[in-house]
């Protein structure tokens, strides 16, 4: 089912309306009422040309079975936002809420010794947000980032938006682009 269908018009209002002669008016969002790390998230948004708007749910999400059930879809539909240690260096991984990141795959992709999970500090000093409200854009620099390959089976996947109360509908093709990301199999394969 498309999930816009289930959602209703709320998910596809845009941040840029088309001009009469078919080029993007990126007006600044209104911003008003979201937390700081949303509304940086949000302004970064439209800049890219992204039509889904950053929206407050009415629980926090830090989680994608939580996420899943407050926006009535399936687990899978969730892009996790994970941020790992590769030898010290942030990488983003954004993974299907359906399954875990395998780190020994990750380390193979981006040709690190070791990946483990970042803590609280190493997250919020790589993309000054909270774990739980990690967002795929609005960080201090642009992070490497791995987009999971399962999120292609969804029309339209959720990610965080800066903050655990906030997300944001997108589609696989559209986090490539805003991320510059790498597409790959990130899922933990059955022993």
Do not use: C, K
Not at 59 to 80: K, P, Q, S
Not at 137 to 144: D, E, F, K, M, N
């Amino acid at each position: 089912m498309d999930q816009h269908a289930a959602r209703g018009d709320e998910t596809t209002a845009p941040h840029a309306h088309v001009n009469a002669d078919g080029t993007l008016n990126l007006a600044a969002p209104d911003v008003t009422g979201l937390h700081p790390n949303a509304a940086n998230v949000a302004r970064a948004l439209a800049r890219l040309g992204v039509a889904g708007e950053v929206r407050e749910l009415d629980a926090r999400a830090a989680t994608a079975a939580a996420a899943a059930e407050l926006l009535g879809i399936e687990v899978g539909a969730v892009a996790n936002s994970l941020v790992f240690d590769a030898d010290g260096e942030p990488l983003l991984v954004m993974t299907s809420g359906a399954h875990r990141a395998d780190v020994l795959a990750l380390a193979g992709l981006v040709g690190a010794s070791r990946v483990r999970r970042g803590d609280a500090g190493f997250v919020r000093a790589a993309t000054g947000q909270p774990i739980g409200g990690v967002a795929p854009v609005g960080h201090p620099r642009p992070l490497r980032t791995i987009v999971d390959v399962d999120l292609a089976r969804y029309d339209v996947v959720w990610a965080a938006g800066g903050h655990p109360h906030y997300v944001f509908p997108t589609t696989y093709d559209e986090l490539l682009r805003i991320t510059a990301g790498e597409a790959a199999e990130v899922g933990e394969q059955p022993a």
